[in-house]
């Protein structure tokens, strides 16, 4: 599997972007799609994940409300929807995919879950 992050940019606070992850490959063999993100000097982050055929998603409680995810499954992509952002959202946004889909979506957030991760993608909010 191999996972193409994009749709980064320079944004001034309170603007929105939309990253998208693009799947090729083996897409067959994904279960779940998560993003990350990690600013410099800081441990990646877990951003929020969904489900590749349910559709369920799990969104750390610092991003809900301004960052959503969904997918096109005929598309073999994920989006990364990211309203109203502040200067801290600023980070490289990184996409990976697991083959095996934990139970519980709040252990979706360990980065151990994923087997393919993309180069990621620049973020940068102005302030």
């Known amino acids: 599997v191999q996972l193409q992050a994009s749709g980064g940019g320079l944004v001034q606070a309170g603007g929105s972007l939309r990253l998208s992850c693009a799947a090729s490959g083996r897409t067959f063999s994904i279960s779940l799609v998560g993003w990350f993100r990690q600013a410099p000097g800081q441990e990646r982050e877990f951003v929020t994940a969904i489900s590749w055929s349910g559709g369920s998603t799990y969104t750390a409680d610092s991003m809900k409300g301004r960052f959503t995810i969904n997918r096109d499954n005929a598309k073999n992509t994920v989006y990364l929807q990211m309203n109203r952002l502040k200067p801290e959202d600023t980070a490289v946004y990184f996409c990976?995919?697991?083959?095996?889909?934990?139970?519980?979506?709040?252990?979706?957030?360990?980065?151990?879950?994923?087997?393919?991760w993309g180069q990621g993608t620049l973020v940068t909010v102005s302030s």
């Open positions: 990976a995919a697991a083959n095996r889909r934990p139970l519980y979506g709040s252990t979706w957030g360990s980065v151990t879950v994923y087997d393919y």
